[in-house]
């Protein structure tokens, strides 16, 4: 990993997120995803499948 992720933001993010584990692990993946590629990177890609997933996970959820 080339950058440093701060703990305090994981806390933050525990907190904010409360019982919601999947925007919790969302928003993690995103954090990793970010802090291995530091500089210019293609993002696009990227977010609109993680994104995508995320949304198939919570409409599958609702409709239970």
């Known amino acids: 990993m080339k950058g440093a992720l701060n ?3 994981f806390r933050e993010l525990n907190k904010e997120t409360g019982d919601d584990l ?3 692990q ?4 995103l954090l990793f995803e970010e ?3 530091t500089g210019n ?4 890609d990227f977010y609109r ?4 997933a995320y949304a198939q996970k919570v ?3 609702e409709n239970k």
């Open 7 to 9: 703990p305090k933001i």
């Open 35 to 37: 802090s291995s590629r």
């Open 41 to 44: 990177w293609w993002y696009k």
């Open 26 to 29: 969302l928003l993690t993946d």
């Open 49 to 52: 499948k993680i994104v995508k």
């Open 22 to 24: 999947e925007l919790r």
């Open 59 to 61: 409409s599958a959820h």
